[in-house]
């Protein structure tokens, strides 16, 4: 199970702001894989993967955004219910706490990719990862 560059990009929260940061990683041929919004303390924050980080960096600093990138874990999950909760519950079952999750979907896919930003990365991928094998 593959650690993955996720980005916490503040973006104002203003109509057109989110699109114009999108549009700005899309003309750069950056594909958004998985993405979160929502609104807090009046600032637009968007958590996002995508399949060029070295790119979007680039791309988000060019546009003197403010942006952090940190790691999560993804998994590839069959897109069928109940899935997203057996993941997690694997995660709790092992005594890793989630933070957060969101998904999305590769092009051509019938899987979907599921972030998780936990408390304990390794022990994530491990655990994942032996989901995965089974």
């Known amino acids: 199970m593959p650690k993955t560059k996720e980005f916490t990009v503040t ?16 003309e750069s041929g950056i594909n958004i894989l998985a993405v979160q919004s929502y609104v807090e303390d009046r600032e637009s924050l ?9 790119a979007a960096k680039s791309v988000l600093g060019s546009l003197r955004m403010i942006f952090e990138e940190t790691e999560a874990v993804t998994v590839r999950l069959a897109h069928r219910p109940g899935e997203l909760g057996r993941a997690a519950s694997l995660l ?41 094998a089974e």
């Open 46 to 54: 968007a958590r996002l993967v995508v399949d060029n980080p070295a």
């Open 11 to 26: 973006i104002e929260d203003k109509p057109g702001a989110l699109g114009r940061c999108f549009t700005a990683l899309a």
């Open 92 to 132: 709790g079952e092992h005594q890793i706490n989630i933070d957060y999750t969101y998904c999305g979907a590769e092009p051509g896919s019938t899987q979907m990719i599921v972030v998780f930003g936990v408390d304990n990365l390794s022990k994530a991928v491990r655990v994942l990862d032996e989901m995965a």
